[in-house]
């Protein structure tokens, strides 16, 4: 099955710096990447997803990057600020329905002020 | 209703004892995931319900483990002889299902003790 290993386990960072968290999977198969963000005592979130027909996709402040050939992908938050911090899973899975989603370990960002 | 709903919220239990936890799903989702979270772990997958297909059931991590989901809407996740191990939030999400995997809601979990 898939195995989703996700870099670093945390992050601190200076309010305004960029900050990048990597994944990588092992099923050349899966074609959907989803990053989620959990903030202290919360539920994660959607903050953004890629499907393998693209090689990037900005949001804002967010972008995530994929490489199939290496499978590998990224999560890129530029000009962080304190609310930012939180905790990121990266998942991956097949991009139809009926396969599950499978988290990586996650990342603790911490940024300060 | 409007949003993923468990219950209960907490619960404590006795090594040994059986627990129930429910997931009532955001309504119209035919996609239904279980993942457990201890406290610095990630999230880790227990078993996917999709439509009328058999569930994934991959990631249960014993047979004291198992769940179901009724009517292709609620769904229990039941752990039997409860060991200290089990404690951890477990977190129920629905998606839409359908075609493409889509974003998937997440309830705001059971925090499961055992004592």
């Known amino acids: 099955g898939e195995n989703v290993e996700q870099h670093p386990s945390t992050l601190s960072v200076q309010e305004g710096d960029s900050a990048v968290i990597k994944c990588t999977y092992s099923d050349s198969a899966s074609n959907y990447f989803p990053w989620y963000k959990q903030e202290l005592g919360k539920r994660p979130q959607l903050i953004i997803d890629i499907r393998s027909n693209v090689g990037e996709k900005k949001d804002q402040r967010i972008a995530v990057t994929l490489n199939k050939t290496a499978k590998h992908f990224s999560l890129h938050i530029t000009e962080t600020q304190p609310e930012d911090s939180a905790v990121y899973f990266c998942?991956?899975?097949?991009?139809?329905?009926?396969?599950?989603?499978?988290f990586g370990k996650g990342t603790t960002l911490s940024v300060s002020s | 209703g409007a949003g993923v709903s468990q219950s209960p919220s907490n619960k404590v239990t006795e090594k040994g004892k059986d627990v129930e936890l429910r997931c009532d799903p955001i309504s119209g989702h035919t996609a239904l995931y279980w993942y457990r979270q201890s406290l610095g772990q990630g999230l880790e997958f227990l078993i996917y319900?999709?439509?009328?297909?058999?569930?994934?059931k991959s990631g249960l991590p014993s047979d004291r483990f198992s769940a179901e989901r009724t009517g292709g809407s609620v769904s229990t996740l039941t752990i039997q002889r409860t060991q200290q191990e089990d404690s951890a939030v477990y977190l129920c999400?629905?998606?839409?299902?359908?075609?493409?995997?889509?974003?998937?809601?997440f309830g705001q979990g059971t925090r499961l003790t055992v004592v």
């Open positions: 319900f999709q439509g009328n297909s058999a569930p994934d």
């Open positions: 999400a629905s998606s839409l299902g359908g075609g493409l995997n889509t974003e998937a809601f």
């Open positions: 998942a991956a899975s097949l991009n139809q329905a009926g396969t599950a989603l499978i």
